[in-house]
């Protein structure tokens, strides 16, 4: 079956950029369709954008689009979010999940801290 | 694009059965699939409904889901309630560019 690791907790500063990676084990990451989700603290989850096979591109949201970059190591079976120019209203903690037409697994969560 | 809307809380008693709806603002509820998401205090999401009304391996069968075209809203309706139900409840569905949106949330409370 399929497991999301995903890297450590993250603190950063207002304008820097910010790379969470999930590891995939159990499948190769060519095998899957790889989202990202992200949640504020006390608030509920935002959809990021994701990896869409009917054509074969990355989609995003269009709330970050231009921001955002998501990327994948085959070779590592490795995913990547990249979100640049963060702001306060970025802190949040950030899922991979594996779409079958539903999210499933998630990763556990890498909790991104944008502070001064 | 269109928004889901979940009431923020429900509640109700251990045995009982509840039910959470979640409102599609445009287009109808039943052209995209509705999943439900169940999320505990400090875990990832998990799913237990997807496709409408679909209970992956693993969620008991007092977990079931529906849609109703007449008032544009997908269900989730727990029966037999356990305090172990306690947990937050996302809906989410697609658009028509397959950009998935979610619902606000709602949190269950099993008193």
């Known amino acids: 079956q399929v497991q999301l690791v995903q890297s450590g907790a993250e603190v950063k500063k207002p304008g820097a950029s910010v790379k969470v990676s999930c590891k995939v084990s159990?499948?190769?990451?060519?095998?899957?369709?790889m989202h990202w989700v992200r949640q504020a603290p006390g608030k509920g989850l935002e959809w990021m954008g994701g990896?869409?096979?009917?054509?074969?591109?990355?989609i995003y949201a269009q709330k970050f689009q231009g921001r955002v970059t998501m990327t994948e190591d085959t070779s590592t079976d490795t995913a990547y979010m990249e979100l640049s120019s963060l702001r306060s209203e970025d802190t949040a903690v950030y899922y991979c999940?594996?779409?079958?037409?539903?999210?499933?697994?998630w990763g556990q969560g890498t909790l991104v801290t944008v502070s001064s | 694009n269109f928004m889901l809307t979940q009431p923020h809380s429900v509640s109700e008693s251990p045995g009982k059965t509840v039910t959470i709806s979640c409102t599609r603002s445009?287009?109808?509820?039943?052209?995209?699939?509705v999943q439900w998401y169940q999320q505990r205090p400090g875990s990832a999401p998990t799913t237990v409904i997807y496709?409408?009304?679909?209970?992956p391996s693993g969620v008991p069968d007092r977990f079931s889901g529906s849609i109703d075209s007449s008032s544009n809203s997908a269900s989730l309706t727990i029966s037999g309630l356990k305090t172990e139900d306690e947990a937050d409840y996302y809906c989410?569905?697609?658009?028509?560019?397959?950009?998935?949106?979610f619902g606000g949330g709602t949190k269950l409370t099993v008193l």
């Open positions: 999940a594996t779409d079958r037409g539903w999210f499933d697994p």
């Open positions: 159990g499948y190769t990451l060519t095998e899957l369709s």
């Open positions: 990896f869409d096979p009917e054509d074969g591109e990355t």
């Open positions: 445009s287009g109808s509820i039943a052209s995209n699939y």
């Open positions: 496709e409408d009304n679909q209970r």
């Open positions: 989410q569905s697609y658009d028509s560019s397959n950009r998935r949106v």
